[in-house]
């Protein structure tokens, strides 16, 4: 509680206001891309470990979804391949700073993306579907010549 004095030598107590923005939970979307090497128990791991962090500061989690091991558009953090983690919640926007300062500093994430969504949309993202015209080294396949 904040002490308000005047010009007067009375201290009158006033209650400072929180913003409204910080009281409402608002849905977000995560995707984090994970190190391909990682075993079934260090992935589940990893997975707890964000939920932890977001039920920790007041979110809740509406849906988590492991789309598997994919091939990356480019290399990063010198890999190629990784494992896709997306996870659909509901938090105060304070918690988007505790958990992206997680997936900085943490050693089995290469890659992460946290947005703000719909409402209408929670928890109904599919994973990509694999284009079956291309190849794993990404050149068109044209058939048998």
């Known amino acids: 509680m904040k002490v308000k004095t005047s010009r007067s030598t009375s201290k009158v ?11 409402v939970l608002h849905p977000y979307e995560s995707i984090t891309i994970l190190k391909p090497t990682l075993s079934d128990e260090e992935i589940a791991e990893a997975i707890e470990k964000i939920k932890g962090i977001i039920e920790e500061a007041g979110g809740e989690i509406v849906s988590s979804d492991n789309w598997g091991k994919k091939r990356l558009a480019y290399e990063v953090k010198k890999e190629r391949r990784g494992i896709y983690i997306v996870q659909h919640f509901k938090a105060k926007a304070s918690t988007i700073i505790v958990l992206e300062r997680h997936y900085r500093f943490s050693e089995s994430i290469i890659k992460y993306m946290t947005v703000k969504i719909e409402t209408e949309t929670l928890g109904q993202s599919q994973p990509p579907k694999e284009d079956k015209a291309f190849s794993y080294r990404g050149r068109v396949s044209r058939g048998w010549r």
């Open 13 to 23: 107590p006033v209650e400072k206001p929180e913003k409204p923005e910080q009281l």
